[in-house]
């Protein structure tokens, strides 16, 4: 494995060697060190710089070292089990309410956690102005109003747009006329990969973690010059060794069939000689891209389900095709690499396979309620005692994952609400 001694590239004003020359300044480190590399990510490293490149440990909420949060709540080392992405972990050593914030709660007395419920409405005033709690079922069937002097939507971005839309708070968006503001500036994101194959090299793909990973941030956002390009926005490239699930990550190389004795047999040989360079890329929201509410289709619960009205545009194919070529480079400079398989976007979206849970927008915030549906503390603009967390803040979305900065948002309106709010309750903007 690689160590590094420090990931942060601008920290309390000085330049600091390893770290990403494109973050913003920091007055302080992270509070655990990176993930030591594997060899995966430390080929890619070396690729990169070799091209002229600043390679950096990706960020990660991952423990590197026992570590004990703020709330005093204790997690343990990574131990790259493998089973990090998309399962949880045994070891506490990821960084999730589960494991940083809901154990110190459960102290508290005034504290309530409802397992097995799903919010069904936020219920209103007669005037609509303002929020009394919200109705709720649980697993037993049973609804329950639960009052509530302040309500705070915190669920995934989806399914708070839903909420929204069936609780009749905010203009639902209409793509014909352009009016309207909940579930306007729906994004995704827009993946591409490089599979990098080699004769002489073992890799073990199945030691791994979450957001095990070398980045370079050279073709993200507005980090490289765009002219002539004929698109907008940008991407990060990583090599990130999550694990080496045995169906979804095994990469063959060109030609090899989809099925029978060749697949098998290109599937056994390249599985330990074989990595993935993820091509992470942003997504502009467009008019035509949306949420609203099903006219046909019914929930378990008998209420309209939300729709997603979606697909890429060719600004998304320019930069998915452009950046995949940056990671090809990389690729073919790779120590041993024997050949490439580049997967930029083309076409039209599906839904399957996977490619990324990072939904963002639908409840946008903005600085007036025509053009959004929260303020810049994320408060409502039509219920003043209701807040919506999460990426549906968004106006489009960016090639990183929106985490970071949605946990800033977060933090941010909760600080709001306690020093502003709570002392004189009401719009914290004026719309």
């Known amino acids: 494995m690689t160590t590094h001694a420090d990931i942060t590239n601008y920290l309390r004003g000085q330049i600091q060697p390893g770290g990403n020359p494109f973050e913003g300044p920091r007055s302080a480190e992270y509070p655990n060190p990176p993930l030591p590399w594997t060899y995966g990510p430390t080929l890619f490293a070396q690729a990169a710089a070799k091209l002229g490149y600043k390679p950096f440990p990706h960020p990660n909420g991952n423990m590197s070292q026992p570590y004990t949060n703020p709330l005093g709540v204790q997690l343990g080392q990574c131990t790259y089990c493998g089973f990090c992405e998309k399962f949880g972990c045994g070891n506490y050593s990821k960084s999730t309410a589960q494991t940083?914030?809901?154990?110190?709660?459960?102290?508290?007395?005034n504290f309530s956690l409802r397992t097995e419920c799903e919010v069904l409405k936020v219920e209103k005033t007669?005037?609509?102005?303002?929020?009394?709690?919200?109705?709720?079922?649980?697993?037993?069937?049973?609804?329950?109003?639960?009052?509530?002097?302040?309500?705070?939507l915190s669920a995934?971005?989806?399914?708070?747009?839903?909420?929204?839309?069936?609780?009749g708070i905010g203009k639902p968006y209409d793509p014909k006329t352009g009016e309207g503001v909940v579930g306007k500036n729906?994004?995704?994101?827009?993946?591409?990969?490089?599979n990098v194959f080699f004769e002489n090299k073992i890799l073990n793909p199945f030691i791994g973690a979450g957001s095990l990973a070398s980045v370079v941030d050279e073709f993200n956002g507005d980090n490289f010059?765009?002219?002539?390009?004929?698109?907008?926005?940008?991407?990060?490239?990583?090599?990130?060794?999550?694990?080496g699930r045995p169906i979804e990550m095994i990469y063959t190389p060109e030609g090899t069939p989809r099925w029978g004795s060749a697949w098998k047999?290109?599937?056994?040989?390249?599985?330990?000689?074989?990595?993935?360079?993820?091509?992470?890329?942003?997504?502009?929201?467009h008019r035509g891209n949306y949420l609203d509410l099903d006219p046909t289709y019914r929930d378990a619960f008998g209420r309209p389900m939300l729709r997603m009205t979606f697909d890429f545009t060719d600004n998304e194919r320019k930069m998915s095709a452009y950046i995949v070529g940056k990671a090809a480079?990389?690729?073919?400079?790779?120590?041993?690499?024997?050949?490439?398989?580049?997967?930029?976007?083309?076409?039209?979206?599906?839904?399957?396979?996977?490619?990324?849970?990072?939904?963002t927008g639908g409840a946008i915030t903005g600085d007036?309620?025509?053009?959004?549906?929260?303020?810049?503390?994320?408060?409502?603009?039509?219920v003043s005692n209701l807040f919506v967390m999460g990426a549906g803040a968004y106006p489009q979305n960016a090639g990183y994952n929106p985490t970071a900065t949605l946990a800033a948002l977060a933090y941010h309106s909760a600080a709001a609400i306690k020093d502003q709010y709570l002392k004189s309750p009401g719009p914290l903007v004026q719309g």
């Open 100 to 109: 940083t914030i809901l154990p110190y709660l459960m102290t508290k007395p």
């Open 126 to 152: 007669a005037d609509g102005k303002r929020a009394t709690g919200v109705t709720y079922i649980d697993s037993a069937g049973r609804t329950f109003f639960q009052p509530a002097e302040i309500v705070i």
């Open 156 to 167: 995934y971005v989806l399914k708070n747009v839903h909420l929204l839309l069936l609780s």
């Open 186 to 194: 729906y994004a995704y994101q827009t993946m591409g990969s490089v």
């Open 225 to 243: 010059d765009h002219s002539g390009l004929g698109f907008i926005g940008g991407g990060y490239l990583a090599q990130m060794n999550t694990g």
């Open 265 to 285: 047999q290109a599937a056994a040989k390249n599985y330990l000689r074989s990595l993935n360079i993820s091509c992470h890329g942003s997504m502009m929201s």
């Open 329 to 359: 480079e990389i690729g073919r400079a790779m120590d041993g690499a024997s050949g490439i398989k580049a997967a930029s976007r083309k076409g039209s979206w599906s839904v399957v396979p996977y490619q990324t849970t990072h939904n």
């Open 368 to 382: 007036n309620p025509r053009n959004s549906v929260i303020n810049k503390y994320l408060q409502s603009w039509d």
